[in-house]
């Protein structure tokens, strides 16, 4: 098992920035990918950015050239820096990891989600 405890949500008048972060523990082995999705109000959960397998991250297009994703693997922590924010990056924030499990099999884990609000 995989636990995820995010933080960093909040409030923010848009042009600002916030930073979230997400602390993994536990069964930490054959991690094939962390990173961030979110879900706005009435629509589906969206992958915003990830440090995939190979070390190499990958970004929502609306994202790109504001948000910044990190690590540290020494914390297992990743980090989500967040500048230039708009009202349309409201929503909740999630952790995920996905784990290669045995031979062919896979868990994905969430966190509990920490909420971005945006004002105009």
């Known amino acids: 098992q995989v636990q995820l405890v995010e933080s960093g949500g909040g409030l923010v008048q848009a042009g600002g920035s916030l930073r979230l972060s997400c602390a993994a523990s536990?069964?930490?082995?054959?991690?094939?990918?962390m990173g961030w999705y979110r879900q706005a109000p009435g629509k589906q959960r969206e992958l915003v950015a990830a440090f995939i397998s190979g070390g190499s991250t990958n970004y929502a297009d609306s994202v790109k050239g504001r948000f910044t994703i990190s690590r540290d693997n020494a914390k297992n922590t990743v980090y989500l820096q967040m500048n230039s924010l708009k009202p349309e990056d409201t929503a909740v924030y999630y952790c995920?990891?996905?784990?290669?499990?045995?031979?062919?099999?896979?868990?994905?884990?969430w966190g509990q989600g920490t909420q971005v609000t945006v004002s105009s």
């Open positions: 995920h990891v996905h784990q290669l499990v045995g031979f062919g099999g896979e868990s994905v884990y």
């Open positions: 536990g069964s930490i082995f054959s991690i094939n990918a």
